[in-house]
T-cell receptor, first 115, second 113 residues
Framework: AQSVTQLGSHVSVSEGALVLLRCNYS??????LFWYVQYPNQGLQLLLK??????LVKGINGFEAEFKKSETSFHLTKPSAHMSDAAEYFC?????????????FGSGTQLTVLP | GAGVSQSPSNKVTEKGKDVELRCDPI?????LYWYRQSLGQGLEFLIY????????KSGLPSDRFSAERTGESVSTLTIQRTQQEDSAVYLC???????????FGQGTRLTVV
């Protein structure tokens, strides 16, 4: 069975500071991993995805994430936070070839950017 | 359409009434998901459709919940005899195939009073 743990339900950073949102997964096979962002009163938008190609994945809005198999992690980073990055971020996992056919989401991390 | 469309965007219903939520996926997308997002919670998987395969209903919380999909088009999520704990945002997503990224609609905010 697959699962996702996002450490920290709320993260605050100052504008211009590094953003680090943590995601750890468990999966019986090498997974596919995703980060989604949700702005207030909107649906989820894909930021980036890992599908067994390069371990460092670059996404939209300057975000990137690194797949580390040894740590079962897929942390999301951005070098310099912008006020517009304030949103909720969800990590998700799916198992290629496995019996689990759905995306499993973490509980989300609310990012606040302080001026 | 250009994206996943859900209707209505907001629904207020009385406890005990039935409701139907609609999802129009992106044309050509074979996979369709329903998720529920309660206040301050993550996304709870409800049901998954893939082409003509039997749906994965493992996430439906009770037999009051059901969903249908006609081929690779519209899906409806029905909640019978609504309860206050059913209040949440119901999100629909579609994807071009299994294990590719999902594209989400704006959601239907359901309030049971």
């Amino acid at each position: 069975a697959q699962s996702v743990t996002q450490l920290g339900s709320h993260v605050s950073v100052s504008e211009g500071a590094l953003v680090l949102l943590r995601c750890n997964y468990s999966s019986s096979v090498p997974p596919y991993l995703f980060w989604y962002v949700q702005y207030p009163n909107q649906g989820l938008q894909l930021l980036l995805k890992y599908t067994s190609a390069a371990t460092l994945v670059k996404g939209i809005n300057g975000f990137e994430a690194e797949f580390k198999k040894s740590e079962t992690s897929f942390h999301l980073t951005k070098p310099s936070a912008h006020m517009s990055d304030a949103a909720e971020y969800f990590c998700a996992v799916s198992e290629p070839g496995g019996s689990a056919r759905q995306l499993t989401f973490g509980s989300g991390t609310q990012l606040t950017v302080l001026p | 359409g250009a994206g996943v469309s859900q209707s209505p965007s907001n629904k207020v219903t009385e406890k005990g009434k039935d409701v139907e939520l609609r999802c129009d996926p992106i044309s050509g997308h074979t996979a369709l998901y329903w998720y529920r997002q309660s206040l301050g919670q993550g996304l709870e998987f409800l049901i998954y459709f893939q082409g003509n395969s039997a749906p994965d209903k493992s996430g439906l919380p009770s037999d009051r919940f059901s969903a249908e999909r006609t081929g690779e088009s519209v899906s409806t999520l029905t909640i019978q005899r609504t309860q206050q704990e059913d209040s949440a945002v119901y999100l629909c997503a579609s994807s071009p195939g299994v294990l590719t990224e999902a594209f989400f609609g704006q959601g239907t905010r359901l309030t049971v009073v």
